[in-house]
T-cell receptor
Framework: DTEVTQTPKHLVMGMTNKKSLKCEQHMGHRAMYWYKQKAKKPPELMFVYSYEKLSINESVPSRFSPECPNSSLLNLHLHALQPEDSALYLC??????????????FGSGTQLSVL | AQSVTQLDSQVPVFEEAPVELRCNYSSSVSVYLFWYVQYPNQGLQLLLKYLSGSTLVESINGFEAEFNKSQTSFHLRKPSVHISDTAEYFC????????????FGGGTRLMVKP
């Protein structure tokens, strides 16, 4: 299994809603990432978990709350989002370590629309 | 801090023609370099990478890239493109002492026409 699975594929939510994005991998990777990608732009790193601990938070607003309940799962909890948060949210995983970046495996993403 | 510049936002090309997608980077330390491809409505897939050793790296589908340290470039080339190569291509860099930080360029949309 060499896949990173993200659910849901599409999500529409209002600004007062609470929702969660889910990401799962069974490759034994111990580093997992959330990226945000606006249309026609490159992915921007949001969070990195290494060995289930948050290691990087790229100054992301608190309305985005990541969670890594175990080595295979990564969640992104959403609350009180703004329309400008509409984007493709990509999850990725890799082996942590000296050459962690040797290969990132990306999911297909969740296309989020905030109304 | 590292940065990546992809000089062309769009590259239109006819099928079976050669193509070059340009990438330049800026860093004060040695780096790892990557090309990722993103097909419509999908995540990113690693196309090829330079970590060390030979400066010319190749992918399984005919793309190649050459690391040029003096010009701080990592241009992507293919001698003959197919319609199926139409996608967004991202160059990325990681400083090899920077832990989990990967910086992407702005992307180049390759549009292959019949």
């Amino acid at each position: 299994d060499t896949e990173v699975t993200q659910t849901p594929k599409h999500l529409v939510m209002g600004m007062t809603n609470k929702k969660s994005l889910k990401c799962e991998q069974h490759m034994g990777h111990r580093a997992m990432y959330w990226y945000k990608q606006k249309a026609k732009k490159p992915p921007e790193l949001m969070f990195v978990y290494s060995y289930e601990k948050l290691s990087i938070n790229e100054s992301v607003p608190s309305r985005f709350s990541p969670e890594c309940p175990n080595s295979s799962l990564l969640n992104l909890h959403l609350h009180a989002l703004q329309p400008e948060d509409s984007a493709l949210y990509l999850c990725a995983s890799s082996h942590p370590g000296l050459r962690w970046a040797e290969k990132l495996f990306f999911g297909s993403g969740t296309q989020l629309s905030v109304l | 801090a590292q940065s990546v510049t992809q000089l062309d936002s769009q590259v239109p090309v006819f099928e079976e023609a050669p193509v070059e997608l340009r990438c330049n980077y800026s860093s004060s330390v040695s780096v790892y370099l990557f090309w990722y491809v993103q097909y419509p409505n999908q995540g990113l897939q690693l196309l090829l990478k330079y970590l060390s050793g030979s400066t010319l790296v190749e992918s399984i589908n005919g793309f190649e890239a050459e690391f040029n340290k003096s010009q701080t470039s990592f241009h992507l080339r293919k001698p003959s493109v197919h319609i199926s190569d139409t996608a967004e291509y991202f160059c990325a860099v990681s400083e090899n002492n920077a832990g989990n930080m990967l910086t992407f360029g702005g992307g180049t949309r390759l549009m292959v026409k019949p």
